[in-house]
């Protein structure tokens, strides 16, 4: 009895090992995407790519060539090998994906790339991975600082760079010929925070045997301030030089180098520039000129006007206005910019009439970037 016992229990799980077997081969799929062929395997559980990861997005990412083992890591992990959730040899390692992360940083940054929140490099084993030591890469001298020979850059508070830079220029001559585009806002000295900017990018600081990275804020001045003469001039921002694309570490130090600019020059550029305003929405405002009668680059001057027209707050138009198409002079004097307390009040406010009217508070008008003190609190004449 026993032993028919034994056989019946054989026989019922005979099938299910057999059936487990079979669906383990059949979750097996070729590796069909382009950018991950040549790695030393062709199949996958996932070809097009683990929930959670667009691979649009990760082939971009490995067409920069960033590093000579993107594709392994990327790869490895958005469209691994059969196999490779309980076999941690099929996996990059931890250590790898750190270098790699960190090599591809500028590059990803310049292009308007982000490294995928979902590959945490710290999940990854430590040990008995794939580590890439079999590609044969050459290796790369590491770079070290170089006096500054480019002759817009010359006489900057700082006098060492280190290439290459976010762009991908590996020499100064390469950074001198693509910097020259901008010749033409330089000489017409639209601001001054263009030139130090630009240098920021092309030449970057030295520090450490590291770049400093271009300074957000920078960037966000100098194009702001050259607005106008880069329409005059049919000038268009690159691409590449995105504000958003860079960061806000190191913008106080950067700043407090820049030279002193002269301020009687300043005031006369401010007096030509002047120009009346026109939106009848910020008609009866305390001012009538402005540095941008069609409205500050990033915002939709229509969009402000259908805003302002809800009359969501008695003070919508101060502030809206004194942004968007501030006084001439604002950019330096606080006392012409709405309060920090004022923009949030009205922004609050605002939301339900806003929502009601299917309309949205400008995404660059940000509150906390306006004056807490002596500056424009409930109408253009009453400051604190």
């Not at 591809?104 to 710290?122: H, I, N, Q, S, Y």
Request: a positive charge; aromatic letters at 6%; glycine letters at 4%.
């Amino acid at each position: 009895m026993k032993h028919v016992f034994l056989l019946v229990v054989s026989l019922l799980q005979s099938p299910q090992l057999a059936r487990t077997q079979t669906h383990d081969k059949t979750i097996c799929k070729p590796l069909t995407t382009s950018f991950c062929q040549g790695l030393g395997y062709s199949t996958t559980p996932h070809p097009d790519g683990v929930q959670g990861f667009n691979l649009r997005q990760i082939g971009q990412i490995v067409e920069t060539a960033c590093s000579p083992h993107i594709a392994t890591v990327m790869c490895r992990v958005v469209v691994p090998e059969c196999g490779s959730e309980s076999d941690s040899r099929k996996k990059p390692c931890r250590a790898l994906c750190q270098k790699v992360k960190k090599d591809c940083e500028f590059t990803l940054m310049a292009k308007w790339l982000f490294w995928p929140v979902r590959l945490g490099c710290d999940t990854l084993p430590e040990s008995d991975c794939v580590q890439d030591e079999g590609l044969l890469v050459p290796p790369v001298p590491p770079s070290t600082c170089q006096r500054i020979t480019m002759p817009l850059c010359a006489d900057l508070p700082y006098t060492e760079t280190i290439l290459p830079n976010v762009l991908g220029h590996k020499t100064q001559d390469e950074a001198a010929t693509a910097i020259r585009q901008f010749s033409s806002l330089v000489r017409g000295q639209c601001s001054s925070h263009l030139k130090p900017f630009l240098c920021s990018v092309y030449t970057p600081k030295c520090v450490s045997g590291r770049a400093q990275p271009p300074c957000r804020s920078l960037c966000e001045k100098a194009k702001s301030e050259c607005a106008t003469s880069m329409t005059n001039l049919r000038f268009q921002w690159p691409e590449a030089l995105k504000c958003e694309a860079f960061t806000t570490e190191s913008c106080e130090r950067v700043v407090s180098q820049l030279p002193v600019s002269q301020p009687a020059r300043t005031r006369i550029d401010d007096k030509t520039s002047c120009k009346p305003v026109t939106a009848n929405f910020c008609q009866g405002l305390g001012y009538s000129t402005t540095l941008h009668p069609d409205g500050v680059q990033g915002f939709n001057l229509k969009d402000i006007g259908q805003i302002v027209e809800t009359a969501c707050s008695p003070h919508i138009a101060i502030v809206m206005c004194r942004v968007v198409v501030p006084e001439c002079g604002s950019e330096s004097d606080s006392r012409k910019k709405p309060c920090r307390a004022l923009c949030q009040k009205v922004k609050k406010d605002c939301e339900p009439a806003l929502r009601a009217k299917r309309l949205s508070w400008p995404f660059k008008l940000r509150c906390e970037s306006l004056p807490e003190s002596n500056c424009v609190q409930v109408s253009a004449t009453s400051s604190l």
